[in-house]
């Protein structure tokens, strides 16, 4: 069964990398938003399996904890898995108290800690 993946806020060349470490692993399709209104305008009209927020969003810099946070506040939305993006062990933390997954950073793209952590949500 083909996993379902909104990555929010990556710029071109992560984006490409993400895809490939995920695609190499699981079944999965991948989605991307580039702002806030468009995450939001996605997370409702379809459903998916895993979002994955950039810590710090491309297209303006924004801050993606701030997208976890409207996500936290949604009945509609709480619930989905959601993992930060970021090789800061602090944003990490900082994003669980706010109601994500531990996710990972770029630089652990293929580690095996990383597969095992996501498998819950894509295999």
């Known amino acids: 069964m083909t996993r379902r993946v909104l990555s929010v806020g990556q710029c071109g060349p992560d984006h490409g990398a993400l895809s490939r470490f995920l695609n ?8 991307t938003a580039t702002t ?10 379809q ?10 969003l491309d297209y303006d810099y924004s801050d993606g904890e701030e997208i ?8 509609q ?11 800061y ?4 933390a900082n994003a669980v108290e706010l109601g994500a997954v531990y ?3 770029k630089d652990e793209l293929g580690r ?7 498998q819950p949500y894509l295999r």
């Open 103 to 105: 996710g990972f950073g």
């Open 68 to 75: 976890l946070r409207g996500m936290q506040a949604d009945a």
């Open 77 to 87: 939305l709480k619930s989905l898995p959601v993992m930060l993006i970021s090789n």
């Open 112 to 118: 095996s800690d990383v597969v095992t952590r996501l």
């Open 24 to 31: 190499s692993v699981f079944d999965v399709t991948i989605e």
């Open 89 to 92: 062990p602090e944003a990490q």
């Open 36 to 45: 806030a209104t468009e995450t939001f305008e996605r997370l409702r009209q």
């Open 47 to 56: 459903p998916y399996d895993l979002v994955l927020i950039n810590r710090k």
